[in-house]
């Protein structure tokens, strides 16, 4: 999927966050957004989302060659965010058939395959709500890369992850994001996104 955004601008009242942001995203290419917390790097992700409108600029998605309606770009992507809550009443199986109800699993995975991944040793019964913040960034980082979509956007992906949580989370790249288009928020870049073939910093654009 290739993203192509045109002098994006977002402001909230009177005040611009960024602006004039221009950038062409790659099918397959792994790009960074820089910036220090409350910058704007998490709304910018957003717009790209499609879960808000910018204020100023225009945006275009195309997959192989065509355009792909803004109604339509939910179904091409997956998120992991602080801000998106997984189902806490939920147990971690309940979770996996609730959200793959909506969308299909990444070929060759299933429930038990995803389970095997997270290796969280949990009794089945637990409820998400008991879980370690540790644990429940890897539901959702695990819900996002098994997910069989074009385009991975990961907010802050090493949030509450310890050393071995963020091996695990670079294994998931490196195994599971395959050629799909990833788009990674990041104030530590050296650990969450030094991988990334573009780099842009959101303070650039205020």
């Not at 192989?64 to 803004?70: K, L, S």
Request: charged letters at 25%.
């Amino acid at each position: 999927m290739n993203i192509y955004l045109d002098g994006i601008g977002k402001k909230f009242n009177t005040e611009w966050i960024f602006r004039n942001l221009s950038l062409d995203i790659r099918s397959g290419e792994t790009t960074a957004i820089l910036g220090r917390n409350g910058s704007g790097k998490s709304t910018l992700l957003q717009i790209i989302a499609g879960s808000i409108h910018p204020t100023s600029g225009k945006m275009r998605y195309e997959s192989e060659g065509r355009d792909i309606p803004d109604e339509l770009i939910f179904r091409q992507l997956a998120m992991a965010a602080p801000y998106l809550e997984i189902i806490e009443d939920f147990t971690l199986d309940e979770m996996l058939d609730f959200h793959f109800s909506f969308k299909s699993y990444l070929p060759g995975f299933n429930a038990e395959t995803v389970k095997d991944i997270l290796d969280l040793k949990v009794r089945k019964s637990k409820v998400i709500r008991q879980y370690s913040s540790g644990m429940k960034q890897r539901v959702k980082l695990a819900l996002a890369f098994f997910s069989d979509v074009q385009m991975l956007l990961l907010d802050e992906p090493l949030m509450n992850l310890d050393k071995a949580g963020m091996e695990w989370y670079l294994q998931l790249v490196k195994l599971y994001a395959g050629n799909r288009t990833l788009i990674i928020c990041s104030n530590q870049h050296d650990q969450e996104s030094g991988f990334a073939a573009k780099v842009i910093s959101i303070e650039d654009y205020k």
